[in-house]
């Protein structure tokens, strides 16, 4: 069970004797064994949304609204705790996470675009759902995450190494992967494709901005000042403050793996409204734009038309006048 302790942030010097291991290293030794699954489960999964497998972008878009919500959630909290304590000169609570925030690192706008693109929604309404997302497994980890930051806001660094590194590692192999799928899979409505009134060009890098950065040099100037950063941010951190960020780390690493997992599930559910003549990416735009629990009921009432159509086929008897009237 999740427990709140305040810590504050406080600069210092490492003691005679005491373990000078670097944040990072520790984090990529204590999430060795989650890292090494959740990187399989991807790499399993990766090649179900690409051709031959899928002709569409259809379960991109499944994943990808999988894990937006935790970009613009934990992006949000950085981003509001940094405004609150805007203005006052020495916040030791701040001063660390204040240093470390990189706008250009920032992923939530760039999720946005390419959601609303290929889910064909609007804006706002994307605003609400990565805010306030459908699934449990989602929003227990949200829940998590808030509970967290407002407890030990430095636990926010964990959030920061994991989700934006994992861009610049394994996220420009997922990149290059999704570019090699060609223009003519992006193109998924080739001819009159409008997104609310505007029409969209569909080139592959322009529905995978979330991968891309700003620049001539791919975001290898921003990792390098993001790492560049943490070093002196370390510095500040107290022993106990750096075991948070190693715990909150592999759990964020837990957490991701039943995304992961939990995305079987929904695309079992779109495939399934798919083959009732739903086009998929309109059933993913239902399945996020839908209130928690409607969703549900309107697939249980569904799979209770079909059972009652197919009943009332199997009974019917040609010979008989009644089953016409």
């Known amino acids: 069970m999740d427990t709140c302790k305040q810590t504050t942030l406080l600069s210092r010097e490492p003691r005679e004797g005491e373990d000078t291991t670097s944040l990072p290293q520790e984090i990529k030794t204590a999430t060795r064994k989650t890292h090494t699954e959740l990187n399989r489960l991807i790499l399993t999964r990766l090649p179900h949304a690409l051709p031959p497998h899928s002709l569409k972008p259809d379960v991109y878009a499944t994943g990808l609204s999988q894990f937006a919500p935790v970009y613009a959630t934990f992006e949000l909290l950085w981003k509001d705790l940094l405004e609150r304590h805007s203005g006052v000169a020495t916040d030791p609570r701040c ?9 250009e690192l ?3 706008e760039r999720l946005k675009h390419d959601l609303t693109t290929l889910l064909q929604v609007p804006s706002a309404m994307m605003d609400v759902r990565m805010c306030e997302p459908n699934g449990l497994v989602l929003r227990a980890f949200l829940e998590h995450m808030k509970l967290e930051v407002s407890c030990r806001p430095h636990v926010l ?3 920061a190494w994991v989700m934006y590194m994992a861009l610049f590692n394994g996220g420009r192999w997922i990149r290059a992967q999704l570019l090699a799928a060609g223009d003519a899979f992006w193109n998924f409505n080739p001819n009159s494709l409008q997104v609310f009134g505007a029409e969209a060009d569909l080139k592959a890098e322009t529905l995978l901005r979330f991968f891309h950065f700003g620049g001539s040099h791919d975001g290898e100037d921003i990792k390098n000042d993001f790492k560049h950063r943490l070093t002196e941010v370390e510095r500040l951190l107290t022993p106990e403050q750096r075991q948070d960020i190693v715990l909150e780390a592999q759990q964020i690493f837990e957490h991701l793996i039943l995304l992961v997992r939990d995305l079987d599930d929904i695309i079992a559910t779109r495939q399934s409204l798919a083959k009732d ?8 735009s239902v ?3 839908l209130p928690t629990g409607l969703t549900d009921l309107i697939a249980a009432l569904r ?6 159509t197919s009943s009332a086929v199997l009974a ?9 009237s």
Do not use: E, N, V
């Open 106 to 108: 920032l992923r939530t």
């Open 303 to 308: 799979q209770r038309l079909h059972l009652t």
């Open 316 to 324: 019917f008897d040609p010979t008989k006048k009644d089953d016409w």
């Open 95 to 103: 001063d660390s996470l204040r240093k470390l925030y990189i706008p």
């Open 277 to 284: 003549c739903i086009s998929p990416l309109s059933a993913l």
């Open 287 to 289: 399945r996020h734009m």
């Open 157 to 159: 660094i964990a959030y």
